[in-house]
T-cell receptor, first 112, second 115 residues
Framework: DAKTTQPPSMDCAEGRAANLPCNHSTISGNEYVYWYRQIHSQGPQYIIHGLKNNETNEMASLIITEDRKSSTLILPHATLRDTAVYYC?????????????FGKGTKLTVNP | DVKVTQSSRYLVKRTGEKVFLECVQD?????MFWYRQDPGLGLRLIYF???????EKGDIPEGYSVSREKKERFSLILESASTNQTSMYLC??????????????FGDGTRLSIL
């Protein structure tokens, strides 16, 4: 089972910031939080990952709470092309297999 | 940018056929993975490989095999295709090292239908 909880859907206006929350209350000390997104009929696209500190790259920012039990992915200026299912994942070690477990994700719809 | 290329976007095969799905990555990654994705079941790991000629079973290896003869290429084989193997198949690769936290990068997937 996925170790994360996300709202099933969210809407955002084009040009505004999209803030996608994720709960991971059972995360262990050495597990990272990863975000991927999947546009319909395409493979998952890596966005960002982090351990404790906030992270930013050209696509998004990741804010992780101090207790690490939740995080928020921020798309600063959402565009129509950001409409996708967004997955928050906690890395599950399995003898080094680096298996990814995707939950149901959040369907983000960016509206014009 | 990392490029993971899967040979076919859509494939239709018949029950009992031997099916080959090919995946190639251009970033010299040692780790490669095969998943299948089904509605309501999410992503499930079939097989993975840490090096040439090396393979490990994932969660659902039954009915599948893999081949890694070259570092850049990881093939998934359905020995005798069945209708319950109709699915979206996703290949991924990542930077080497067990226990690393580098992300996996995915191809665009192969939507396989078994009739």
């Amino acid at each position: 089972d996925a170790k994360t909880t996300q709202p099933p859907s969210m809407d955002c206006a084009e040009g505004r910031a999209a803030n996608l929350p994720c709960n991971h209350s059972t995360i262990s000390g050495n597990e990272y939080v990863y975000w991927y997104r999947q546009i319909h009929s395409q493979g998952p696209q890596y966005i960002i990952h982090g351990l404790k500190n906030n992270e930013t790259n050209e696509m998004a920012s990741l804010i992780i709470t101090e207790d690490r039990k939740s995080s928020t992915l921020i798309l600063p200026h959402a565009t129509l092309r950001d409409t996708a299912v967004y997955y928050c994942i906690v890395r599950i070690p399995q003898g080094g297999s680096e298996k990814l477990v995707f939950g149901k994700g959040t369907k983000l719809t960016v509206n014009p | 940018d990392v490029k993971v290329t899967q040979s076919s976007r859509y494939l239709v095969k018949r029950t009992g056929e031997k099916v080959f799905l090919e995946c190639v990555q251009d970033m010299d990654h040692e780790n490669m993975f095969w998943y299948r994705q089904d509605p309501g079941l999410g992503l499930r790991l079939i097989y993975f490989s840490y090096d040439v000629k090396m393979k490990e079973k994932g969660d659902i290896p039954e009915g599948y095999s893999v081949s890694r003869e070259k570092k850049e290429r990881f093939s998934l084989i359905l020995e005798s295709a069945s209708t319950n193997q109709t699915s979206m198949y996703l290949c991924a690769s990542s930077i080497p090292g067990q226990g690393t936290n580098q992300p996996q990068h995915f191809g665009d997937g192969t939507r396989l239908s078994i009739l």
